[in-house]
């Protein structure tokens, strides 16, 4: 059974059609790469699968289980949708770091907010926060960070501040976890270091949706790529088909302005 399910997702803003019936499906450990031109809808997508964006029309499925469907208004309440958000992890552009936090904290609050509703917190509260601190440090570690656990965003680099949303996204164990052009924002001699912390994430089995514009990387990291052109998708297959042998006119011009060889 896949464990992440898109089907016919559209959305438009105005009357500007940004995404015209985009599905594709994934296994538990696979990694998408989602390719092509700027505004192509490309980051309005993971915004989608995200909620951070409701889809005007189509169907979301995780684990085999409906998290929202377009014609199902109990799938669209805000409250279903803080819920369901929950199976997606995004990493940002941008970062997206909270400024005034450490680097340990930005990983432990969101994992602290939810702990707050559970029923046993006022009784467990220390051993709730401790194993939430051991498994932020855990991560830290794993993105290689273990020494910057006191540092606020404006004094790590920008390849230190990816790495801390990477084990931020990580810290509420998501089904899905999204990058969103994760080396964009960064100097070239910055962005090798976030793109091997994101192959580690491969190895460990984790199921990875990944807009790039990293063609190289995209090889590597994905066992399936698709090609978005104006909301559509225009090809989709493995790497090797979509990037070695593209049967779309549309696709070999985008390969050929953005391929890094």
Do not use: W
Request: charged share 25%; aromatic share 6%.
């Amino acid at each position: 059974m896949a464990i992440l399910e898109v089907s016919g997702i559209k959305k438009s803003f105005g009357g500007a059609e940004v995404l015209r019936g985009i599905g594709f499906s994934l296994e538990k450990g696979e990694s998408l790469a989602i390719i092509g031109s700027s505004g192509s809808g490309k980051t309005t997508l993971l915004r989608c699968l995200n909620f951070l964006e409701i889809p005007d029309a189509g169907l979301i499925r995780v684990g085999g289980a409906t998290v929202f469907d377009a014609d199902d208004p109990r799938t669209r309440s805000e409250r279903e949708i803080r819920r369901r958000r929950l199976h997606f992890g995004l990493v940002f552009q941008s970062f997206n770091l909270f400024p005034q936090y450490t680097a340990l904290r930005n990983v432990t609050l969101a994992s602290e907010l939810l702990a707050k509703e559970r029923p046993d917190f006022k009784k467990n509260r220390t051993e709730i926060l401790a194993d939430i601190e051991k498994n932020a440090l855990a991560l830290l570690d794993q993105v290689g960070l273990s020494g910057k656990l006191e540092q606020y965003p404006h004094q790590l680099s920008g390849g230190q501040q990816q790495r801390v949303a990477i084990a931020r996204a990580l810290a509420l164990s998501p089904d899905v976890l999204c990058f969103d052009e994760p080396t964009s924002a960064l100097d070239p001699e910055l962005t090798g270091e976030v793109l091997r912390v994101i192959r580690s994430l491969k190895g460990r089995r984790n199921t990875m949706v990944i807009v790039t514009h990293e063609m190289q990387f995209a090889r590597e990291v994905s066992v399936k790529v698709i090609f978005i052109d104006e909301g559509a998708v225009v090809e989709q297959g493995t790497p090797e088909a979509v990037f070695g042998s593209p049967r779309q006119e549309r696709t070999k011009r985008f390969l050929e302005r953005y391929s890094d060889g």
